[in-house]
């Protein structure tokens, strides 16, 4: 039995296709915004702060490992509904709250594996979702987009170890976005530029000293919708350090909108 820590996003919905037709026994701890797995048997609803109830479900199931898929809200540390431990281990939460979303989810599976449970890859059950390095499209980046992609690398590289950013837009060596805490869609509608249209690129790589079990940087077909809309002519991700939903729809629409998909 694996208990799976499912939030918003299409991965949940992949990860489990592939357990169910694994016939693996499962039992998912719904934190999406919108309760998307209410209708499954298997599946029960619990506030992140909940950390005894959370425990006590674990454990009853027989769940000694866990894996987390899905964006998961950063709760209102001061609207978090608490039980016993989840008042003993508060304390521990809100310092790692003052450096980051990352440096939370880390605590929380150090708080896992104090209670013996081991928290697996997030693609575990689908290494196929995580492409090697390559071209991924017929277009291919010119002098000009190597010079952006080599400079969004430098940039990312250069931010402090918990920062919630895993991306940035670079137009004409010239940084346009990074991300913050509204994520890459408001990123890249601020990267928006009437002038420009297939100029400037976006690089998402994992954060600094990230755990690469959890959070990686996620590519869509909404992400490559939403790079086009923002003038932009390439996606640029780390080669095995990252999450590519919809791969083929996702290169046939960079084909047709002579974009690049690109992995470093």
Do not use: W
Not at 165 to 178: A, D, E, L
């Amino acid at each position: 039995m694996i208990g799976l820590f499912f939030g918003d996003n299409d991965l949940p919905k992949e990860i489990l296709k592939k357990i169910k037709k694994k016939g693996i026994k499962y039992l998912i701890i719904d934190l999406s915004n919108r309760k998307k797995f209410k209708n499954d048997k298997h599946s029960c609803r619990v506030s992140i702060g909940q950390f005894g109830r959370i425990l006590e479900i674990l454990k009853k199931n027989i769940c000694k490992k866990v894996l987390f898929a899905g964006n998961v809200s950063r709760p209102s540390l001061t609207k978090l509904k608490l039980d016993l431990k989840g008042l003993y281990y508060f304390p521990r939460i809100i310092r790692a709250s003052k450096l980051g979303d990352a440096a939370i989810l880390k605590e929380i599976i150090k708080i896992l594996a104090q209670n013996k449970i081991k928290t697996e890859n997030s693609l575990k059950f689908n290494p196929e979702l995580s492409l090697k390095k390559g071209d991924y499209s017929k277009i291919k980046a010119n002098k000009q987009d190597k010079l952006d992609i080599k400079k969004a690398i430098k940039i990312l590289n250069s931010l402090k170890q918990y920062n919630y950013s895993q991306g940035v837009v670079v137009r004409n060596n010239k940084v346009v976005s990074i991300e913050g805490k509204g994520g890459t869609k408001i990123m890249l509608k601020k990267s928006r530029n009437k002038k420009f249209k297939n100029h400037g690129v976006m690089v998402k790589f994992p954060k600094k000293k990230q755990d690469l079990r959890i959070d990686l940087p996620t590519v869509g077909l909404k992400t490559m919708k939403q790079s086009k809309a923002a003038g932009l002519k390439g996606v640029v991700v780390k080669s095995k350090q990252h999450i590519f939903l919809d791969k083929n729809k996702c290169i046939n629409f960079a084909n047709k909108n002579r974009m690049f998909i690109s992995v470093k």
